[in-house]
T-cell receptor, first 113, second 112 residues
Framework: KQEVTQIPAALSVPEGENLVLNCSFTDSAIYNLQWFRQDPGKGLTSLLLIQSSQREQTSGRLNASLDKSSGRSTLYIAASQPGDSATYLC????????????FGKGTSLLVTP | DVKVTQSSRYLVKRTGEKVFLECVQD?????MFWYRQDPGLGLRLIYF???????EKGDIPEGYSVSREKKERFSLILESASTNQTSMYLC???????????FGPGTRLTVT
């Protein structure tokens, strides 16, 4: 089974720090990779989508990179704020899995004031 | 903005009941999905539909069925609810092609 791994599982940082969340995947043959945010008890909010032909995508304080050859993506959050506290999920659409997204188990982020 | 809505935020049912979870999207998306999310197991795909009346099994279809009679609506059916189906259920939709997937707010189902 093609897997997606997110490390660390949990992270606590003081407000204002820049931070990096990691996502690794087992097969470089992917269509795209999507980062989501999930607040407790809520649904998932799409943050960024990176197509396989792209190296990075940016939205505000968020920057996501993709390195297919090494099977890695990173989500960079600049100048973190307490409102960024949430679980961040990485999902990969592998080329041979058709319609489905394969999800990591997430990184739980706490930004302390 | 894409909007995916689910019929209930919280639902409590008894073992053996037939349960319907409804999902509606307003962006004319062809693809729709049902996931369940459990602590330590992450999101797992139950069923998906790539167009009206079309459906495919995901990773954990046992005990579930689905219905897609109209493009905007995708229903998940628990034929005879069991306690191990207590979970958070998440619906998602996406337009055909290599585009973003959008999620609804989730339904927290408890089966007692």
């Amino acid at each position: 089974k093609q897997e997606v791994t997110q490390i660390p599982a949990a992270l606590s940082v003081p407000e204002g720090e820049n931070l990096v969340l990691n996502c690794s995947f087992t097969d470089s043959a992917i269509y795209n990779l999507q980062w989501f945010r999930q607040d407790p008890g809520k649904g998932l909010t799409s943050l960024l989508l990176i197509q396989s032909s792209q190296r990075e995508q940016t939205s505000g304080r968020l920057n996501a990179s993709l390195d297919k050859s090494s099977g890695r993506s990173t989500l960079y959050i600049a100048a973190s704020q307490p409102g960024d506290s949430a679980t961040y999920l990485c999902a990969v659409r592998y080329s041979n899995s058709g319609y489905a997204l394969n999800f990591g188990k997430g990184t739980s982020l706490l930004v302390t004031p | 903005d894409v909007k995916v809505t689910q019929s209930s935020r919280y639902l409590v049912k008894r073992t053996g009941e037939k349960v319907f979870l409804e999902c509606v999207q307003d962006m004319d998306h062809e693809n729709m999905f049902w996931y369940r999310q459990d602590p330590g197991l992450g999101l797992r795909l139950i069923y998906f539909s790539y167009d009206v009346k079309m459906k495919e099994k995901g990773d954990i279809p046992e005990g579930y069925s689905v219905s897609r009679e109209k493009k905007e609506r995708f229903s998940l059916i628990l034929e005879s609810a069991s306690t191990n189906q207590t979970s958070m259920y998440l619906c998602a939709s996406r337009t055909r092609g290599l585009y973003e997937q959008y999620f609804g707010p989730g339904t927290r189902l408890t089966v007692t």
